[in-house]
């Protein structure tokens, strides 16, 4: 019933006289005992009104004409929603034991024989009264416990939630603190290395041989450095999707194969025992992503795998899955079972401490990650634990395979020397490179703002301009507008020289005029076959032109 409801007693008797007077006897009682008093005159009727409210208790006449009060009683007690409310049977007869057996068989509680005694009605209904207002409660409490039960389960797992997203907060910038003091160890090995190197070359006693040396460190350690920013830009690249991939058939394996020729060539391969176990698997991929996938599985190897260890690398294809499998397992030293999840989370690295012999970033991984699925294939990490190796496995989608075509015949031609103009804002930058310019026999006009720079341009009528794109005064898109617009300098080369080499930063360098893009550091080899690229264009249109 509900909780601002009195509970109800229904009288059941078909004489209108011994109705009326138990409802009145109990009608007096009513508001102090805190109860209402209805009532019905055929077991039909008590039945109907069963249906319609709970009652606390029922009075119940025995003997009444076609339904009788021992069949209402069965009746009320075989639905189960009133299966368990009292009733008193009303008899103006001593009821044998036989009889009170039927009753209390039937569901009866108790008796009252007529002529009823105030007294004991009252007595006896109070009882039941009490205990239905006591039932009552006990399910407002059950209810309200319930709910506050329902409520801090909701707390709780609010809580844990929270606790879980605070834990995960405090790993994941725990990682990055790391990764901080791993980037200024990785940064400060080579910055120390060439600043010792370059020290050395401007002693005065320093011979020639180590002159020599000095200058291999200085590149080598060039090169590890732009080999570090390279993978931060990828990494920034890939998780921010910018990463556009130049797709085309290939064979994973011959892919792979090339990685492993340069690790042999490299040395690095030379203490360990490699299984190769390679056959053809057509991808839809880009080359040189894929290339990074395998060399940085393969890097993360060898790395982790002592001297002496194994390293086994499979390419085999799946056709019932239509997927070709590359799977790189080593010997090493396994992943623990707390940071094998994470493996391929950004930042994060096996036992890492900042006079570890590995060196890295802990981003090779997540880059490996990224760009298997940018290509819209799965990787996965196996380990059995600390010492016990571990296995990575990277799932593509098959392609057809396609038949070889014979690789283009490259006629070298000799570099016809021309002059060059070197518009950047770097005094040391633009000093070393025109430095080197002039060792390999270019004529370098220097300017170190973009202003400067076109006015030279207009001038001095350069071959090629190596053109800054960060310039103070206008910048090196404006400048190659400008060079564009004026009839003089419109068939000028254009290259830009830039450290932003995003496909985005790409399209602006084309859109604004520029004929190259080279992202810095450049390469001396790509910067010398750009500069000899452009002289030969120039000669050969000399020789149109004179024809």
């Known amino acids: 019933m509900p909780h601002n409801d009195k509970p109800k007693i229904l009288v059941v008797n078909d004489d209108p006289g011994s109705l009326l007077a138990l409802t009145s006897l109990l009608d007096q009682w009513a508001d102090e005992s805190h109860y209402s008093v209805l009532s019905a005159r055929s ?16 009075l119940l006449d025995v003997n009444m004409p076609g339904m009788d009060g021992f069949e209402t009683a069965e009746a009320i007690h075989q639905r189960a929603r009133s299966a368990d409310i009292p009733i008193i049977f009303v008899t103006a007869f001593l009821a044998d034991e036989i009889d009170r057996l039927k009753a209390y068989q039937r569901g009866a509680a108790d008796f009252l024989f007529t002529p009823v005694i105030p007294q004991i009605l009252h007595a006896k209904v109070s009882v039941f009264v009490a205990l239905a207002m006591r039932n009552e409660e006990l399910k407002r409490q059950t209810h309200a416990l319930s709910q506050q039960t329902l409520e801090l389960t909701a707390t709780n797992a609010r809580l844990t939630q929270e606790m879980e997203e605070r834990r995960e907060a405090e790993r994941k910038s725990h990682a990055k603190d790391e990764f901080l003091a791993m980037l200024g160890h990785e940064l400060r090995n080579p910055l120390s290395a060439i600043s010792s190197a370059a020290s050395l070359i401007g002693l005065p006693g320093a011979g020639q041989e180590s002159v020599g040396r000095a200058k291999q460190i200085i590149q080598r350690q ?25 797709r085309q058939p290939l064979d994973i394996a011959a892919l792979v194969g090339a990685c492993l020729d340069t690790f042999r060539a490299t040395g690095r391969t030379s203490q360990y025992t490699l299984g190769v176990h390679m056959a053809p698997g057509w991808v839809n991929g880009d080359p040189t992503r894929l290339e990074q996938i395998a060399t940085n599985l393969i890097d993360n190897a060898l790395k982790y795998t002592p001297s002496g260890g194994a390293i086994d690398i499979h390419v085999e294809a799946d ?36 006079d570890r012999a590995q060196g890295g970033l802990g981003i090779g991984l997540a880059l490996v990650r990224r760009l298997v699925e940018l290509h819209g294939g799965t990787v996965g990490a196996v380990s059995e634990g600390t010492g016990h190796g571990s296995v990575f496995e990277i799932r593509l989608p098959q392609a057809e395979p396609v038949s070889a075509t014979p690789a283009p015949e490259v006629h070298s031609v000799d570099a016809v020397a021309s002059t060059v103009l070197l518009i950047e804002d770097n005094d040391d930058g633009r000093e070393m490179m025109a430095t080197m310019l002039d060792a390999y026999g270019y004529a370098v006009l220097q300017a170190a703002d973009g202003l400067q720079g076109v006015q030279m341009a207009l001038e001095k009528r350069p071959d090629v301009a190596l053109v800054d794109i960060g310039l103070p005064g206008i910048d090196g898109y404006e400048v190659a507008r400008r060079l564009r617009a004026d009839a003089a300098t419109r068939h000028l080369k254009l290259i830009a020289l830039t450290g932003y080499g995003l496909a985005d930063d790409q399209r602006r360098v084309l859109e604004a005029g520029f004929d190259m893009h080279l992202v810095k550091p450049v390469d001396i080899d790509l910067l010398l076959e750009a500069l000899g690229s452009s002289a030969q264009s120039d000669t050969a249109l000399s020789a149109l032109e004179k024809s």
Request: glycine share 8%; net charge negative; with cysteine.
């Open 43 to 58: 077991g039909q009727e008590a039945l109907r009104q069963v249906l319609l409210h709970d009652f606390a208790v029922i």
């Open 222 to 246: 060039s090169q590890h450095l732009s080999r570090i920013v390279d993978d931060l830009l990828d990494l920034s690249r890939a998780m921010s999707g910018k990463i556009l991939l130049a």
């Open 319 to 354: 056709d019932a899955a239509g997927q070709i499998v590359m799977r790189v397992a080593d010997s090493g030293c396994g992943i623990a079972a707390d940071l094998l999840p994470h493996v391929f989370d950004v930042f994060v690295q096996g036992s890492i401490t900042l």
